[in-house]
């Protein structure tokens, strides 16, 4: 890890994106710190950012209805053995962190069981923690690696645009930030020497809120990181080994698109596709950095580079002739 506490400003930024799947299991994890180990090896200064554990955000959903129902303790008690589970599998405990969130998270549940309301301020503070809870968790683990890592809550980075036709629910809940490169970002992060570690989906606004990005919301959280940055690449590590021209399950003939343009990639996602999501190109795409998609359990498979430099070739050809290409496929 030395070549991370080198204040090069010349030692280019990597963002590496972790899906909800990719952060939930152990041999998971074990691909995740090896591909860092790898990235830094490689000479890249890497930041991470990655979802809630698979699951969770769905508990996190179902808890506002619960706690009206005085219910609940089923919910949190489901919502924090995933975790700490996942933290027996890792050989790690839980920080100090993790347990304030945690206690954070029951303290909202009882008010909501008390009042019987919600409005939808409240209901992102309650989604944000199922990020909050997984990174702290994932920081512990990249340590006990020899992984240093500095942990960022993202609501202090990523600020929610002003939107002037937005309703207020859409400015809380599905939520746009400024991802102008950020000099004084860069140098901060810089000067911390160590392997970030951030979260998707949240940001927060000019008063302080915690907002959301919108369901999905990941991806784009990491493109608004890796335009501030002026990241040398984005990396989106998920269940699939990148991106096809089809379902390769229903369409035996579905070719991996090894190679997009950024337009052919803000199509498919725009179509439906569960790989990228569909804000998360415009970043990228606005200064240039390629995106990569790589499947967490294979990461040795080569998957999918999306730039504005590729040739025309028969894989592309295949795009135009997909009205939805069906990308939702599991590995």
């Not at 074990?30 to 790898?38: E, F, K, L, Y």
């Not at 909202?108 to 939808?120: C, K, P, Q, T, Y």
């Not at 229903?250 to 052919?264: C, G, K, M, N």
């Not at 990569?292 to 590729?310: D, K, N, R, S, W």
Request: aromatic share 6%; charged share 20%; with cysteine.
């Amino acid at each position: 890890m030395s070549a991370l506490l080198k204040r090069d400003p010349a030692q280019p930024w990597l963002v590496l994106k972790f899906g909800g799947t990719s952060v939930s299991s152990a041999a998971n994890w074990r691909n995740i710190a090896q591909v860092v180990q790898t990235r830094i090896a490689e000479g890249f200064r890497p930041a991470i950012v990655h979802s809630a554990l698979s699951g969770i955000t769905d508990r996190l959903m179902a808890l506002p209805g619960a706690a009206m129902q005085g219910t609940q303790e089923t919910v949190l008690g489901q919502i924090e053995l995933a975790h700490r589970s996942l933290a027996q599998g890792l050989g790690v405990e839980p920080n100090s962190q993790f347990e304030q969130f945690l206690a954070e998270l029951r303290a909202m549940a009882g008010a909501l069981a008390e009042h019987r309301s919600i409005d939808d301020g409240a209901r992102a503070r309650i989604m944000a923690m199922g990020e909050l809870l997984a990174t702290t968790i994932g920081a512990e683990f990249l340590n006990a690696q020899g992984i240093g890592t500095c942990w960022i809550d993202a609501r202090a980075v990523l600020r929610a645009d002003e939107r002037l036709n937005a309703t207020q629910s859409a400015s809380l809940l599905s939520a746009t930030c400024d991802f102008a490169p950020d000099e004084a970002l860069q140098s901060d992060w810089r000067e911390r020497g160590s392997v970030i570690i951030t979260q998707g989906f949240i940001a927060s606004n000019s008063a302080g809120e915690t907002v959301l990005l919108g369901r999905g919301g990941s991806d784009t959280s990491a493109a608004y990181f890796a335009a501030k940055l002026r990241a040398a690449r984005l990396e989106i590590w998920t269940d699939v080994p990148g991106m096809f021209s089809a379902n390769p399950r229903a369409v035996p003939t579905a070719r991996l698109l090894r190679e997009l343009h950024y337009d052919e990639a803000q199509e498919i996602a725009s179509n439906g596709a569960k790989v990228l999501h569909p804000r998360c190109v415009l970043p990228v795409r606005q200064y240039g950095i390629p995106l990569h998609v790589y499947a967490t359990q294979a990461p040795g498979l080569e998957g999918t580079v999306i730039t504005a430099h590729v040739a025309d070739s028969a894989a592309h050809c295949a795009i135009s002739s997909v009205s939805v290409c069906w990308i939702n496929w599991f590995w």
